[in-house]
DNA sequence: GCGACAGGTTGACCTAAATCAACGTGTGCA
DNA sequence: TGCACACGTTGATTTAGGTCAACCTGTCGC
């Protein structure tokens, strides 16, 4: 698929619903969607979720393909509704920091002006529903318990965003992959996900950006663990975790 | 003044209300308040003010004092109107990361569950209103004004913290101490005040802690910009800067 | 008036992680 | 079939910033 032209599918042409007479009206694929509970939408019912299908296109991208770019007019909004995102910001010079990866139910588009802020890739193959943001914003004053969840989805953000600063101002490379996986184990747990079998979709270039190391630091603290036996890297870009509780010391230093 | 005991006055007690008739029941400090524009209590009108003061306290704290301890139970939130607080994460080992500095007409309370995620600790003399914060919440309801305006400020919060990722991930000592002072100057601007003049009552460790550095490397990096003319070290620890666009640029490394 | 102490600066030296470099391995395309 | 390229690993060397130590200044309490 080509960079430019990620493929696009207006929400109201893309008819899934089944002959069955659900509570929905067949017509909203969303009142279908697997990750709605987890994602923005989980908080309206049926009948609030044909306004918001009114406003959603859905899209899909390919490893690469820029989502959004820094700078540009923040004309949009985001779910993610399948495989990972990376958000970042870059230096005049080319340096990277990865200020976030966003799974499927994650939400695109909190920390925004009239300009994107920041960039965001995809990382694998990725679909998402897509925004209009005047339009979703008009829909905040509509129902009032969007925009009490978009504050709590920020202010989870932002809680995570202290937890990243300390890891890249005060802790160490293994301490920060350590917690890095520590993460992303929780996440699987809360998911409902084996929290000992972790799915890193992404690079070792890009676990760096994001830790603020580079590759061959990140490839030779994944060495030191498996070799210590705190981690097994299997096939297919999994990790397993030998001992949590371990992990979760290392991952503070104590 | 004890670090346990700072002084409290209810709201309601403090009647500063001047003898002409303002548009403003004379009962409510608030009306008077000089930051209220730029806090959060700016968006609500005089009788909304009202219903504000009713469940607020104002507190004071002289530097050290801690204001609240990452882990305790979240009761409260707070409006800094007076003086500098710094907010801070540690690691079992004592490691400090600062957070982010707050100034007045900044609010404390933003990114929290049922219990603090962090630290907070007065840097200088420091006066706050304090809220009961389920009693806070229930005004959301009544004033979905309020509501916005903490979801635009969060909003905010967050993009401060994805550029302090970028700094403390991927920016060299000079850029990230270039970056802090550009960023007091940007706000000294805002708040209507000389951008080339910065006030800095935190100490050479508090900025260390903040940027990720030593207080030594802190200290060595100060010594460097005087040298090359960058800035000039004024008396009460502020900060002249001879040049704000060369700033700019030696904070991104461009 | 002075002794203790906190905060700041500077110097000498050290080290964690970056940089530079070589080399595998797998995959997709000519 | 093979070769170009992206990605990962490992080794040798460098370096930015940390650590350790000395010293200076101002100030607060006695």
């Known amino acids: 698929m080509s960079r430019s032209n990620p493929s696009e599918s207006q929400g109201d042409l893309d008819i899934l619903g089944s002959p069955r007479a659900l509570p929905y009206s067949v017509e909203n694929p969303c009142a279908a969607c697997e990750i709605r509970e987890m994602s923005i939408c989980g908080v309206l019912d049926c009948e609030e979720l044909d306004a918001l299908i009114k406003i959603l296109t859905r899209q899909t991208f390919e490893t690469h393909d820029p989502i959004i770019d820094e700078g540009e007019s923040a004309d949009f909004v985001f779910n993610v509704t399948g495989g990972a995102v990376k958000l970042f910001k870059l230096l005049p010079d080319g340096r990277r920091q990865i ?14 002006n009239d300009v994107y802020s920041y960039s965001a890739e995809a990382v694998g193959d990725v679909s998402l529903c897509r925004f209009n943001r005047r339009k979703l914003e008009g829909l905040l004053d ?18 995570q965003a202290q937890d990243q600063m300390l890891l890249l101002g005060r802790k160490t490379a293994q301490e920060k992959l ?16 084996d929290p000992s079998i972790l799915h890193l979709p992404m690079s070792r270039n890009d676990i760096g950006d994001f830790l603020g190391l580079t ?5 030779r603290t994944f060495t030191n663990l498996k070799r210590d036996g705190v981690i097994r890297l299997l096939e297919g870009g999994r990790v397993q975790i030998n001992d949590i509780d371990q992990l979760q010391d290392m991952a503070e230093g104590a």
């Open 99 to 112: 200020t976030g990866f966003l799974y499927e139910g994650d939400f695109l588009g909190m920390a925004m």
């Open 142 to 159: 509509t129902f009032p318990k969007l925009e009490r969840r978009l504050l709590s989805m920020a202010s989870n953000e932002l809680a």
């Open 178 to 193: 350590c917690s890095f996986l520590l993460s992303l184990s929780r996440r699987a747990e809360s998911r409902g996900y």
């Open 215 to 219: 590759t061959e630091t990140v490839s």
